[in-house]
């Protein structure tokens, strides 16, 4: 609860915890999750998420939203007496499998479990799911339906679509029932979806979805509250109210359960007193991401860039470090300096940026090892320690680097086919891993770092656990000296790996073989929230394969991609070079959007926010412009966006529309080599082929980061 006050999980993630402490599962109809209606506006062309009247009364159950019906069932309750059964407002609940089949009924298993809930067929067609505005207009208007919605409605749009061409029949009016009609601001399921998500995380939202929580989990669900709320539903759906034991008649027995199971269960009390609210978001620091105020971002090119080993292929900010690794890879030079976000140096910088120290030896145990040359080399000759590697020939150094939330090194590109681990302290090779009969081309580590996806030359990509640091660690193998050749140091390896065998590798793997690609892999990436791998290889689709067992579940045709990436919602971001476009596809292989570059531009680089919404993609120099401003559209009726923008820059795109929504612009030459953002998003690190590093942020951020402390007892 209090993770959520701080906007440190989202709405959607809150409720489904709440869900799952009421004993509520996606394995059991009878006791699903239940979410609840947001938007009360299904009749607009356009949807206003900073208009109140745009959005349900959330402090209301779903029955006392119309008042007229209200009265009915206030009526209702104070009419009625019987010595047995309590009063109650509701005869139908909120929650039921019938409810949950109704808006499940295009997707298996549901469609199976929804015939024989019927008794072998469909209900009929006008009582099925048709459509979104005359299903809310139900809720507010008829007497035995108040129900709320489920989960899918906010991160599923095939539930709206019919794509297994099933026949529901036809309804009164001979309408064949196929997808679910939506309301006029949504252009298609996808966008409907998300625009229920962006509804369900938005700041009204966040301000009242306590007044929710307490009518289905909290002090309001039973008791005097609950009747004050008009919120009291027919007693036997309530937990504990009914000893199932002590009725002894079977038949009375069975049709009690019967009626607990299918007609409603409210979910186990959780509060018995009112829930917390959330912070306003203003104050919130950790959220003013630099896509909330884009405009009000400001460059601030590092001093004496000299000193930190530029052009970079991968750069990685933590909350204190920056480690840097340049465009020698796998044999590449790695800088590390200390820094703090969001803190002004009073200079005018709104970020504390300490270079690397030069030392003499590599034994100072310094943070900020680096290392300066001899002394006949020259003061301004800073040498940074280098990772000992043969390189592959016609790698792409930007490809085969990442680097972890540790600020260690992964690389691949290696002569030997291998991978290895590379302390950001020293460059010493940490490990080394062999899968790969050829070399490695590309390689990516998924956001939370517990996995790492490898595709090479053999056109295999392997997926590899990774595990954190240990408190001390010990080399599993020390620097190749060779191309895979024997050595001196053969026996000395041997006998270390042997003495190491009991102990648990940083890397261990591969634990999945991914085949399906016939040609070299360019590009992959993997998500460990959906559970997937994407990859691209030459002249073939975008393949998905499952983590959990490997398998190829999904196939974007026709699309060859040279970078990819994955949001935290399962948004697949696709660079087509050939095309000179972006696309956006669902987890599920939907083309959402897609966007033309000028003509001859290039992306160096993609980066998705750590809430899933936006985009930054890093457009180096172009030869010639295509400027035309109107929309072209694609084979399946997509809109394909014309992004009219210089070069070099950097643009922020919405994931779901790629419409631009701010560009940063670059100076002459400065094409960019890599970007990356810190963990909260505040800062962005961009390094230029010039050898320039520039952070971008929000000055004013810093100053309420030091308002904040004072207010702590911080000097």
């Not at 792409?396 to 030997?416: K, L, M, N, Y």
């Not at 809430?611 to 412009?625: F, H, K, P, V, Y």
Request: glycine share 6%.
């Amino acid at each position: 609860m209090e993770r959520w006050a701080r906007w440190e999980i989202s709405n959607f993630e809150y409720l489904m915890q709440l869900n799952t402490l009421a004993g509520r599962s996606y394995n059991d109809i009878t006791q699903y999750p239940v979410f609840p209606w947001i938007i009360s506006d299904n009749s607009s062309e356009s949807l206003d998420l900073s208009n109140p009247s745009t959005f349900r009364d959330l402090s209301k159950p779903i029955g006392a939203l119309n008042p007229e019906r209200l009265k009915k069932f206030q009526e209702r309750y104070s009419s009625f007496e019987d010595p047995v059964i309590p009063k109650f407002h509701y005869g139908s609940h909120y929650s039921s499998a019938g409810a949950v089949l109704y808006y499940l009924a295009r997707v298996e298993p549901f469609t199976t479990l929804s015939i024989q809930l019927q008794g072998g067929k469909f209900d009929h067609a006008d009582r099925m799911f048709s459509d979104i505005p005359g299903t809310w207009n139900g809720v507010l208007e008829d007497m035995s339906d108040v129900k709320e919605l489920v989960p899918e409605l906010f991160y599923l749009p095939e539930v709206l679509t019919n794509e297994n061409s099933i026949d529901f029949g036809t309804t009164q009016l001979g309408e064949k029932l196929d997808a679910v009609k939506l309301p006029p601001w949504a252009k298609n399921p996808v966008d409907f979806v998300h625009k229920q998500r962006r509804a369900l995380e938005s700041e009204h939202v966040s301000a009242h979805l306590h007044e929710w929580i307490d009518l289905i989990f909290g002090y309001k669900q039973r008791g005097k509250e609950a009747i004050l709320a008009n919120n009291v539903f027919f007693y036997i759906t309530y937990e504990g109210t009914v000893d199932i034991d002590k009725i002894t008649d079977p038949v009375q027995q069975r049709a009690t359960q019967d009626q607990i199971a299918y007609f409603g269960q409210t979910p186990s009390q959780l509060l018995t007193v009112p829930h917390m609210k959330r912070m306003p978001l203003k104050d919130v620091l950790h959220m003013q991401t630099i896509f909330r105020n884009p405009k009000e971002i400001k460059p601030y090119a590092v001093q004496a860039p000299e000193r930190c080993n530029l052009p970079a292929s991968a750069i990685q900010a933590s909350s204190d470090s920056v480690v840097i690794v340049d465009m020698n890879v796998p044999a590449a030079r790695v800088a590390q300096h200390k820094w703090q976000p969001n803190t002004p140096d009073g200079q005018g910088t709104p970020f504390l940026f300490h270079h690397g120290k030069a030392t003499a030896t590599s034994t100072s145990g310094s943070l900020m090892r680096m290392f300066k040359g001899p002394a006949s080399s020259g003061t301004g000759d800073w040498q940074f320690p280098q990772a000992q590697a043969f390189a592959a020939s016609g790698i792409r150094s930007s490809s085969v680097v990442g680097i972890t939330s540790d600020g260690e090194i992964i690389t691949g590109g290696h002569a030997d086919n291998s991978i290895k681990l590379v302390s950001s302290d020293g460059a010493k090779t940490l490990e080394t891993a062999f899968g790969h009969c050829a070399p490695v081309t590309c390689l990516a580590l998924s956001p939370d770092n517990n996995f790492l996806v490898t595709g090479s030359r053999d056109s295999t990509v392997l997926l590899w656990r990774i595990h954190k640091a240990f408190t001390s660690r010990t080399s599993v193998s020390e620097p190749s000296t060779g191309s895979g050749a024997p050595s001196s140091a053969s026996n000395t390896n041997l006998a270390n790996s042997l003495a190491n065998k009991g102990k648990k590798c940083r890397i261990e793997g591969p634990i999945q073989v991914l085949r399906g690609h016939r040609r070299e892999i360019i590009c992959c990436c993997v998500s460990s929230d959906q559970g997937v791998v994407v990859s691209s290889s030459e002249s073939s689709d975008v393949l998905l394969h499952s983590i959990r067992k490997g398998r190829l579940i999904r196939r974007l045709v026709g699309v060859t991609a040279d970078s990819l990436c994955i949001s935290s919602d399962g948004i697949i971001m696709a660079w087509m070079s050939l095309e000179g476009s972006i696309s956006v596809f669902t987890i599920n292989g939907v083309l959402i959007a897609k966007a033309k570059l000028p003509f001859s531009c290039s992306i160096s680089c993609m980066e998705i926010s750590m809430d899933g919404q936006n985009a930054l993609i890093g457009m180096n120099s172009c030869s010639s412009m295509d400027l035309s401003s109107s929309n072209d559209t694609s084979k399946d009726g997509n809109e394909i966006e014309r992004l009219d923008v210089p070069s070099p820059s950097i643009c922020f795109l919405n994931l779901y529309t790629l419409k631009v929504f701010h560009v940063l612009k670059l100076g002459q030459g400065q094409d960019i080599s890599a970007l990356t953002l810190n963990i909260d998003n505040t800062n962005l690190l961009v390094s230029t082929e010039d050898k320039q590093l520039i952070i971008f942020t929000d000055p004013a951020l810093s100053l309420k980061v030091v308002d904040q402390m004072l207010k702590l007892g911080w000097e």
